[in-house]
């Protein structure tokens, strides 16, 4: 795993649009995962700024979304479709054909995976998946104790993460408790991984992550078997990481390599 540490959530955000910006510049027809939650809102602001005045365009790219709550329509306020289209997809050039999120209304809810893994091989796999943590280690909805090997389905909420999401929905209103996730296999599936990370309630996650067993208690930590994940952190999710001064080592041992050597290894196809 490469671990690389940012004084600040603005600058982490920076970086990963660079990232992702150099994904679609040298691959415009990129097939993306997207995830939504805080974390990526920065990301999603400096893609929006770098279409807006730097021609960044998304004409050709595919994006497939981790999750979907089940039960709530796609164009409910907290369906994780209107999220993406408010913070993302009606501020750039992307066709909205191109932009599958998985459907949360579908009447049989238990048969959406297999057909969402359909698509996602159909588009040729995913060359760059972005991702998110929860406070409990989940990447997409897989809650602890999920299968390492499972692909997309339907997985019960935890309560800690139904907790974390209240804050989204009104005292009264119905909080679905079930989700539509792509699976740990289907994430490791994909080329190139970002995980984003910032604030000191994402500490934990982060140390278990990237220095605990590889364990399916923490899902997160599974990406720990993936060849190209990069997780880019804040000082304060990285603070109770043990080796902090070490990935700060190995980030500048990178530079110089990648200054001496080649310019940039990490576009993936
Ligand atoms: C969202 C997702 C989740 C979030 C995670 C962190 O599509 O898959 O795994 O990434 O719950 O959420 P935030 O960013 O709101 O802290």
């Keep these: 795993m490469e ?25 415009p027809d990129s097939v993306i995962g997207l995830a939504t939650g805080s974390t990526p809102l920065g990301l999603y602001e400096e893609l929006i700024m770098r279409h807006a005045e730097h021609d960044l365009s998304f004409a050709q790219v595919k994006t497939f979304n981790l999750d979907e709550y089940v039960g709530i329509p796609s164009n409910h306020p907290q369906s994780y479709r209107t ?10 050039d ?9 459907d949360g209304m579908a009447e049989n809810p238990l048969a959406t995976g297999p057909a969402y893994e359909k698509m996602i091989e159909d588009s040729g796999g995913i060359d760059l998946q972005i991702l998110g943590v929860g406070t409990d280690g989940h990447i997409g909805f897989n809650e602890p104790t999920s299968s390492l090997g499972s692909i997309t389905r339907v997985k019960t909420l935890t309560q800690q993460t139904i907790e974390d ?8 209103e119905f909080q679905p ?8 296999k289907t994430i490791l599936d994909a080329r190139r991984i970002l995980l984003l990370a910032h604030g000191e309630n994402k500490s934990n996650a982060i140390r278990d992550m990237i220095e605990g067993p590889l364990a399916a208690f923490c899902p997160a930590s599974a990406l720990q078997l993936h060849q190209r994940t990069t ?20 980030g500048e041992m990178q530079d110089e390599l ?12």
């Design 3 to 27: 671990v690389l540490i940012f004084p600040d959530a603005l600058s982490l955000a920076r970086k990963s649009a660079d990232l992702v910006e150099s994904q679609i510049k040298a691959f």
């Design 83 to 92: 999220f993406m289209d408010k913070n993302l997809f009606n501020r750039i």
């Design 94 to 102: 992307i066709d909205q054909s191109n932009t599958q999120v998985p």
């Design 165 to 172: 999401n209240s804050r989204f929905f009104s005292p009264n």
């Design 177 to 184: 408790k079930l989700a539509i996730t792509m699976g740990i």
């Design 231 to 250: 997780i880019l952190v804040d000082e304060a999710a990285a603070s109770k990481l043990s080796l902090k001064g070490y990935y700060k080592f190995v």
């Design 258 to 269: 990648v200054r001496k050597h080649r310019p940039s290894d990490w576009i993936s196809r």
